[in-house]
């Protein structure tokens, strides 16, 4: 059985920063595209956000480039998120999936951005 479980969310202030992280059991992320996603507040559809490939290529939405990168550390079979320059719109809860968004999701984890 697939479970995937993010973390590293939290309250911050604009400007601040985050590293999420993704891990799975049931499933080896080192095998497959890995892919973030986020829901805002009131909404019912998950936003793509980033990607990540086999060999470490990567693909971030257009308009989060800049302030989100996305990286794998194969040793530890986690994907992370990097959010730099938190602004009150990124207010989401994030998840992560597989880039065909196969699997079960997670619980996700709530980013909130407030001054």
């Known amino acids: 059985q697939v479970k995937i479980v993010e973390s590293g969310g939290g309250s911050v202030q604009p400007g601040e920063s985050l590293k999420l992280s993704c891990t799975a059991s049931?499933?080896?992320?080192?095998?497959?595209?890995v892919a973030w996603y986020r829901q805002h507040p009131g909404n019912q559809e998950r936003e793509w956000v980033a990607?990540?490939?086999?060999?470490?290529?990567?693909n971030v939405a257009r308009l989060l480039r800049g302030r989100f990168d996305i990286s794998r550390d194969r040793t530890k079979r986690t994907v992370y998120l990097h959010i730099n320059n938190l602004q009150p719109q990124d207010t989401a809860a994030y998840y992560c999936n597989t880039a065909d968004s196969s699997q079960p999701w997670g619980q996700g984890t709530q980013v909130t951005v407030a001054a």
């Open positions: 049931g499933i080896d992320f080192n095998d497959l595209v």
């Open positions: 990607l990540i490939g086999q060999a470490g290529n990567t």
